[in-house]
């Protein structure tokens, strides 16, 4: 069973679950082939292609939506499992028009209180393509340390990738 998506707040935006009406607002950024260079697979061709993916009902992850005070969607963060009950993984992505803001930055750092903090995880994992340096840099400034560099570990649309494993231990 997928646990609940929660709201969260940060000082800045709220966290709420996904809706229907979030494809138009991710849309722009998600159907830009230079911002999905690092994603696993290419830009989405339409919002009916981005809302098929946001709610695969198969996907076991949950997302959350960050709106700033105007109501405005500024990012996705994500939370998935792992194997290990204790561990879990997150992504981000911060619409193309607001990077720069510190947005993922405060918004991951809030799910990631409530990742470890209230939901007591051990853990929080991220796995980031090995050339994105800005994912590299947010990770690095929110306490992660890279575990694992993983060479020539994926094909994607851009090519094979290199793959580094970031982590975030509850005791560090």
């Given amino acids: 069973m997928i646990p609940s998506v929660p ?24 159907g830009d082939p230079q911002q999905c260079l690092y994603l696993t697979r290419p830009a989405f061709g339409s919002e009916e292609e981005l809302w098929g993916w946001l709610a695969e009902p198969g996907w076991n992850g949950r997302t959350w939506i960050a ?28 619409c193309a028009h607001r990077q720069g803001e510190g947005i993922a930055r405060e918004c991951t750092a809030a799910l990631l209180a409530y990742l470890l903090g209230e939901e ?32 020539a570990f ?9 793959v580094a494993i970031y982590t975030l231990s509850r005791e560090r």
């Fill in 120 to 151: 007591g995880k051990r853990e929080v994992i991220a796995e980031v393509d090995a050339e994105n340096i800005a994912s590299i840099r947010l990770l690095d400034r929110l306490g992660f340390h890279r575990s694992a560099l993983h060479i």
């Fill in 154 to 162: 994926e094909e994607t649309h851009k090519g094979v990738c290199d």
């Fill in 7 to 30: 709201t969260l707040h940060s000082e800045r935006f709220r966290l709420r679950p996904l809706v229907r009406d979030d494809a138009r607002a991710l849309f722009p950024t998600l």
């Fill in 67 to 94: 709106e700033d005070g105007e109501g405005e969607v500024v990012a996705r963060v994500v939370a998935v499992p792992t194997d290990d009950p204790e561990v879990e993984e997150i992504g981000y992505i911060t």
